[in-house]
């Protein structure tokens, strides 16, 4: 058998790359499956969402193997998988799901009702997700193959773009979810908040559902100077308290048609505030700029706990909302963990077809597994890159 490593969680700040488990085909809790499959990992990301894991702010325990950012190769699978072949190459959403409850029927993959005991939804290598074994490794084990994985059609082809579709296992369907949910379309004006990955596949997707102009939002000089050198319009959140300002000169009005936070709730504030922690701070702004009538996408990250928040109240979970202002201005607001599969397949063409250089967007920047800790502490730093971890040299052989 072959021997895996994988990046795991020791307490705040700390990760390491150690030696553990081989994927056996079992469920969290024990129970023997028919219905996975093994993965040799091609590619695996390391995420914002990790990221806050890593600082402490939630309450994941020590020893959690993370990432759930996965593109593999299948090398085994479970007597009950049907659609699926030893040797595919295949993207694999961060969303566990079975494929058989009401909400999986209705494409709502983000909060599956059976791979989960503790609430709604799974993921890979995450905290309160069910217990699944992360994929920043060398081999992972995916449960419900049949259902979860989708298949590149052409192998070669694939490998030639890898560093672009390993972005659909998470970041870019999160994006394009943001921006759909903004009910962005041909001529909108729209505004999002947070130029880290996700944000700036959010501004991707809004480009090409087909926005007039995108402008992105960050404190971070230099994020802001790679979002405007791939074509966005960069607002530097440390000039100005009141973001209606930033955008009126700009656009020459104070507000937009749709809005994204591609934040969370590690936010924080705008201008003179800038240095502290805001846990609504996005929230409420964006309610400020957005027209009456118009929607706000939420695929930035909000947690149930956040114990290492300054705010009493945030350790709870709690914001403090404006939310009368968005309820007075007709505001829909869509929250929640992305439904990759109902976006994966169509980004895929996208991406294949040369319609979508999320790589680039996002500068996409490949390292050994070996170096995943030294890449969280420069993700850490607000590096204006989104690391691809290689465990096998995969994508390196492929440039």
């Given at each position: 058998m072959a021997s895996n490593r994988g990046v795991v969680y020791l307490g705040p700040g700390k990760v390491e790359v150690q030696s553990i488990d081989f994927p056996k085909m079992r469920a969290p809790d024990g129970k023997e499956i028919m219905h996975g499959v093994v993965l040799k990992?091609?590619?695996?990301?390391?995420?914002?969402?990790?990221?806050?894991?890593?600082?402490?702010?939630?309450t994941a325990a020590a020893g959690l193997v993370l990432g759930h950012e996965i593109t593999g190769e299948v090398i085994e699978k479970g007597a009950d998988v049907e659609t699926v072949a030893i040797g595919d190459l295949v993207t694999v959403p961060f969303?566990?799901?079975?494929?058989?409850?009401?909400?999986?029927r209705e494409q709502q993959t983000g909060i599956c009702l059976n791979v989960n005991p503790s609430r709604a939804g799974g993921a890979y290598g995450y905290v309160d997700m069910g217990g699944w074994v992360g994929g920043q490794a060398d081999y992972v084990m995916v449960p419900y193959a049949d259902f979860n994985l989708l298949r590149f059609p052409d192998k070669a082809q694939a490998m030639a773009k890898i560093r672009d579709l390993t972005m659909l296992s998470d970041i870019l369907p999160t994006g394009f979810h943001g921006a759909v949910s903004a009910d962005v379309g041909v001529g909108s004006t729209v505004y999002i908040a947070g130029a880290g990955p996700v944000g700036l596949a959010?501004?991707?997707?809004?480009?090409?559902?087909?926005?007039?102009?995108v402008l992105i939002g960050d404190m971070n000089p230099e994020r802001l100077a790679h979002a405007k050198s791939v074509g966005f319009e960069p607002v530097d959140l440390t000039k100005s308290d009141r973001l209606e300002e930033l955008i009126e000169q700009i656009l020459g009005v104070p507000?937009?048609?749709?809005?994204?936070?591609?934040?969370?709730?590690?936010?924080?504030?705008?201008?003179?505030?800038?240095t502290e922690e805001a846990p609504a701070t996005v929230l409420n702004a964006l309610m400020t700029i957005t027209r009456a009538g118009g929607a706000i996408g939420i695929p930035g990250l909000y947690v149930t706990?956040?114990?290492?928040?300054?705010?009493?109240a945030a350790q709870q979970g709690n914001l403090r909302m404006r939310f009368g202002l968005g309820w007075a201005k007709s505001h829909r607001l869509a929250t929640g963990q992305t439904p990759v599969l109902r976006y994966n397949r169509q980004l895929m063409q996208?991406?294949?077809?040369?319609?979508l250089p999320i790589a680039k967007i996002v500068n996409a920047t490949v390292i050994t597994l070996d170096r995943a800790p030294d890449g969280y502490q420069q993700f850490d730093?607000?590096?204006?890159?989104?690391?691809?971890?290689?465990?096998h040299g995969a994508v390196k052989a492929a440039a």
């Open positions: 990992i091609v590619a695996t990301n390391i995420c914002g969402s990790d990221q806050h894991m890593v600082r402490g702010r939630t969303n566990v799901a079975c494929g058989r409850c009401r909400t999986c959010a501004a991707a997707s809004a480009q090409i559902l087909g926005a007039a102009v507000e937009v048609d749709a809005s994204i936070d591609a934040v969370g709730f590690e936010a924080r504030g705008h201008g003179t505030q800038h706990e956040d114990p290492g928040s300054a705010d009493k996208a991406i294949l077809h040369d319609r730093k607000g590096v204006a890159k989104k690391f691809v971890i290689d465990p």
